[in-house]
Every structure is written in C-alpha cells, then in structure tokens.
C-alpha cells in the first residue's frame, strides 16, 4: 500500500477485551453502527471505518488493497487478533480478509454478504452493471441515485424504519464521484470469487441473512454446503439491512460468536 494511504476509523478499546472490527455496506459510513455500538460498549471493544471510497477513506484499485489496508491499520493499532462483523459489501470484504488473513481473526458474523460470483461471465455482467450505476453517481446530484437505490424492493423494510432519516443524512456525506470508483474497485463484478476458498475456511462463520431477501437466503445455504465452519441463521420479517431491521437478532449474534475474552496482561 501507499505508505501515505489511511483509513478513516473510530475505536474504543477496554483492557483486556479484543475488539469487534465492524465493516460497512455500499453507501455507509463507520457512524453507521452507532445503534449497535450503544448497546454493547459497556461490554466490548471496537473498531469502525470508513471502507474506501465512504466517509473520510480515500479509495483503493482493488479488494485485495482494500484488505492490506485493513490489515495495516490493525497493526497501526496493534491488534494482532480481533472479532469481525461485516454487512453487504463490507461482508464481502470482511470474507476476503477471513479466508486469506485468517490468523487476525477470531470468529466472524456475515451480514447479507457472499463469496462473489462463481463465473467469469456474471462478473463481466455485473461490472458493466456496476459501471452504469457508477455513471449514475458520477452525474446525477447523490439525493437523485439514493432515492433510485432505496425504491429498490431489497430496502422495503429498511425505508420504513423510524430512524431512516438519519440514516439518509448520513449518506449524504459521502461523495458521488468517490462511491463511484469504490464501485468499480469493490463492487461485486470486480471481487475475485471466494467460492473455492471456501472449503479452506478455519474459522467459524455466522451468516444472518434476511426472511425476504431470498437470493442472500440462497447463498448462505449454499455456502454452509461447502465449509461446516460456516453456519446461518433467516431472521424473520427482515429483508437486507438486518443491522438496522432487527437489531435484537444482531446483538443476540454479537453475544453468542464474540465471547468476551477478558486478558488482563493485555494492553487493549
């Protein structure tokens, strides 16, 4: 990486207790995990960022960079070992980051994430997919693409939420021409497939995937096919921003796959 590079992040570490690394989706930012952050850090450490392209990170050419500098600001923070929870395309990331640095991670919870696209025609259909929406933002004023993205059916639930005001203004700190390049280096056409790394998986895997959103319904099941490790769990009446639907199934996820592991000897 650019040694000049940084991640954008926000972190709070009790003695002893290894933190929760929490990754975003696509439009995010690291504020983005406040609600959950309220009602667990009497009890947990954690760590959030800015993925590249959102908030104050600047963009990368790749996943593979994307994951260096995750790394590189784990060791900047002296981290050698941390929980990891990831939504959407930060789910993606955070599976990247889990099957190829394996040794910085204890357990992990995926949220509404998939191993990418098993074929290399889909990946070459989604990025000229990914391209036409990255025109979009590039052009349109940000206000104009998120009410286009958010009428999709894949956010029914989410709009209807009290707080999705809030989670609007937030949105609109991001810049258009940056979400647009973080698309056409993160999006799902350009990830590599994890599907024939996923049988090398070590770790234990929670995948939380919404009642109504059955395409990520699919792939979970198929995904726990190829690695015992990998486990999930349909949380009802919840399309794809389970985080935000149901946040009393997340926290139940929290409780059970990141035990608190007191190490007094320990700095953080």
Same mark, same amino acid.
């Given at each position: 990486?650019?040694?000049?590079?940084?991640?954008?992040?926000?972190?709070?570490?009790?003695? #002893?207790?290894?933190?929760?690394?929490?990754?975003? #989706?696509?439009?995010?930012?690291?504020?983005?995990?406040?609600?959950?952050?309220?009602?667990?850090?009497?009890?947990?450490?954690?760590?959030?960022?800015?993925?590249?392209?959102?908030?104050?990170?600047?963009?990368?050419?790749?996943?593979?960079?994307?994951?260096?500098?995750?790394?590189?600001?784990?060791?900047?923070?002296?981290?050698?070992?941390?929980?990891?929870?990831?939504?959407?395309?930060? #789910?993606?990331?955070?599976?990247?980051?889990?099957?190829?640095?394996?040794?910085?991670?204890?357990?992990?919870?995926?949220?509404?994430?998939?191993?990418?696209?098993?074929?290399?025609?889909?990946?070459?259909?989604?990025?000229?997919?990914?391209?036409?929406?990255?025109?979009?933002?590039?052009?349109?004023?940000?206000?104009?693409?998120?009410?286009?993205?958010?009428?999709?059916?894949?956010?029914?639930?989410?709009?209807?939420?009290?707080?999705?005001?809030?989670?609007?203004?937030?949105?609109?700190?991001?810049?258009?021409?940056?979400?647009?390049?973080?698309?056409?280096?993160?999006?799902?056409?350009?990830?590599?497939?994890?599907?024939?790394?996923?049988?090398?998986?070590?770790?234990?895997?929670?995948?939380?995937?919404?009642?109504?959103?059955?395409?990520?319904?699919?792939?979970?099941?198929?995904?726990?096919?190829?690695?015992?490790?990998?486990?999930?769990?349909?949380?009802?009446?919840?399309?794809?921003?389970?985080?935000?639907?149901?946040?009393?199934?997340?926290?139940?996820?929290?409780?059970?796959?990141?035990?608190?592991?007191?190490?007094?000897?320990?700095?953080?």
């Amino acid at each position: 990486m650019n040694p000049d590079y940084s991640v954008n992040y926000r972190c709070h570490l009790k003695k #002893g207790v290894r933190p929760i690394l929490f990754l975003h #989706g696509f439009l995010g930012i690291l504020e983005d995990w406040e609600g959950i952050i309220e009602s667990i850090k009497d009890h947990y450490s954690y760590l959030t960022i800015d993925l590249p392209g959102h908030g104050k990170t600047a963009n990368v050419n790749s996943m593979q960079e994307a994951a260096e500098a995750v790394i590189e600001l784990l060791d900047e923070l002296d981290l050698d070992k941390v929980y990891l929870y990831g939504y959407s395309m930060g #789910g993606r990331l955070a599976l990247y980051l889990s099957l190829h640095y394996t040794h910085r991670f204890i357990s992990v919870i995926l949220e509404s994430a998939s191993p990418g696209l098993k074929t290399a025609k889909e990946r070459k259909n989604r990025i000229t997919h990914d391209g036409i929406l990255a025109d979009k933002l590039e052009k349109e004023p940000l206000e104009q693409f998120l009410s286009f993205w958010y009428a999709q059916p894949l956010f029914k639930i989410m709009i209807k939420q009290s707080d999705f005001q809030r989670i609007y203004q937030r949105r609109i700190k991001n810049s258009g021409v940056s979400l647009a390049q973080s698309l056409r280096s993160l999006g799902t056409g350009k990830q590599p497939s994890l599907w024939g790394k996923l049988s090398e998986n070590k770790l234990q895997i929670q995948l939380l995937v919404g009642e109504y959103d059955l395409k990520f319904v699919n792939i979970a099941q198929d995904m726990c096919l190829i690695n015992k490790n990998i486990v999930y769990k349909v949380v009802e009446k919840s399309g794809h921003t389970i985080y935000i639907e149901n946040q009393k199934v997340v926290l139940e996820a929290i409780e059970k796959n990141f035990i608190i592991d007191r190490r007094e000897n320990e700095s953080f």
